[in-house]
């Protein structure tokens, strides 16, 4: 069973950085893309970035040029680094990873005041 397990996030002022963490159970080599996706109070889960095993990035617009994934492979790590943090940022964050299945970790609050 693949785990993954999110940490970084915080309460921060408007305008500062945080990291965000997604540590694998097993190599993320594994797995063909992982993501993150966000949630705010009373809204569905959207899309904020994914990076695929061949190194492919994309990100939602409302996040370019803030924000940066990329994956620590001899870590089993994939990161979000967030800057130039704003109140709309403001949202659960979940770790995604696909292989045969979908994957989810248990989110990290992120919490932007202005």
């Known amino acids: 069973q693949v785990q993954l397990v999110e940490s970084g996030g915080g309460l921060v002022q408007a305008g500062g950085s945080l990291r965000l963490s997604c540590a694998a159970s097993?190599?993320?080599?594994?797995?063909?893309?992982m993501g993150w996706y966000r949630q705010a109070p009373g809204k569905q889960r959207d899309l904020v970035a994914f990076?695929?095993?061949?190194?492919?990035?994309n990100y939602v617009d409302s996040v370019k040029g803030r924000f940066t994934i990329s994956r620590d492979n001899a870590k089993n790590t994939m990161y979000l680094q967030m800057n130039s943090l704003k109140a709309e940022d403001t949202a659960v964050y979940y770790c995604?990873?696909?292989?045969?299945?979908?994957?989810w970790g248990q989110g990290t609050q992120v919490t932007v005041s202005s």
């Open positions: 995604y990873a696909a292989r045969n299945g979908a994957y």
């Open positions: 990076i695929t095993s061949s190194g492919t990035i």
């Open positions: 097993e190599s993320i080599f594994n797995f063909n893309l």
